[in-house]
């Protein structure tokens, strides 16, 4: 099956895009990152953690921000 090919404007450039910020997207972002690559991360939820924090009813407190968070 083939689509055929559309005009669709560039927002942004990268070496790497990362698709979801579950586990992993952020580990993956981060070490593409620290190699100096340029990064997009895309998450259709709209704030980090994926499918995994959907059922969270926390808010991160001040202890919780910092280390790879703050790489992201």
């Known amino acids: 099956m083939t689509e055929p090919s559309r005009d669709a404007p560039v927002l942004a450039e990268a070496d790497i895009v990362v698709v979801g910020t579950g586990t ?9 990152a620290r190699r100096g690559k340029r990064i997009v991360l895309i998450e259709r939820f709209g704030s980090l953690g994926g499918s995994l924090a959907l059922g969270l009813d926390i808010k991160p407190s001040g202890a919780l921000i910092g280390g790879m968070s703050l790489e992201i």
């Open 24 to 32: 992993t997207g952020p580990i993956a972002a981060i070490a593409g």
